[in-house]
């Protein structure tokens, strides 16, 4: 039987090891190494998982990915996952298993793509790279009905940016949108980003807009590749899309949710009462994150069917 977190366990810890650290890391690259650390001895992929590196190629460019398929999953159904990390820090590895659990529930393989990440790649490095792997999956012959985006934080943003880069450039909209604590908004406007200092147990809200200088390096925050809860859409597929009550970018996932339906998308929209912040990440551990790991993948199964 898998360990399960009691919820209020895990809130202290975050705010002891990880918030803190976040509060008065100065480094990119050790951000990335105490990330890569930390994931490696707490998160594990679900028995018989495949994973193998690939690249995606179109364009081009090609952007470094992992290719993780859970036991049982159809080759025929593709989850593009973009990890999260504030695109600073995260890689396919930190979010495997996060990944691979979503694409068991959605019977799909899951693709990680290795993204740049800023301050040496700042924006928008990422969003070229999202579209760069999206595009590839389309040109080897993976229908765009049989492709759904996924990603959590950044990520999840960074999804949300996908559906938008994808339609300026002609191409198809994936199946489906899931995003876990999305982080869409870099204008930094929401309410909740104030409201939500304290509470947030894992992110330090002062240190956000300096996170925001290093990724977009004088680009204007506004922008909708930057800042998709800001976005026009144009026909977006169906979205689920989830957040923390207690969290700071709280209020961009319901912006983004808002924007979503105005252009017309069907969205679901969750917000957990307690949970910290992107806390799917912790699937296997913590009861809440296997709920809404679960019924999100249902949500990608129904519409990869």
Known sequence: MALRLPRAVLDLALRLLVK?????????????ANFERSAGRLFRLPKGTATAPLALAAGGRAVPALRVAAA???????????????????SPCTHAHLAAHLGARAGAVAVLPDYRLAPEHPFPAAPEDAL????????AGTPAARI?????????????????AAGRAGLPQPAALVAFSPWADMTMRGASLAENARTDAMLPAHRMAEVV????????????????????????????????RREIVRDDATALAERLRAAGGAVTLRIEPEAPHAWPAFVGLLAAADRTVAEAGGFLAERLA
């Open 72 to 90: 049982g999953v159809s080759e025929a159904r593709v989850l593009l996952y973009l990890h999260g990390g504030a695109y600073l820090a995260g």
């Open 20 to 32: 803190r650290s976040l509060a008065r890391q100065d480094s990119p690259v050790a951000l990335r």
């Open 148 to 164: 759904a985006v996924a990603g959590d934080s950044a990520g999840g943003g960074l999804a949300a940016a996908l559906l938008l």
């Open 132 to 139: 760069t792997a999206y595009r590839a999956l389309l040109e």
């Open 213 to 244: 200088a290093m990724i977009l390096q004088g680009a204007d925050p506004a922008d909708p590749l930057a800042s998709p809860a800001l976005a026009a859409f144009e026909a977006p597929p169906p979205a689920w899309i989830s957040a923390s």
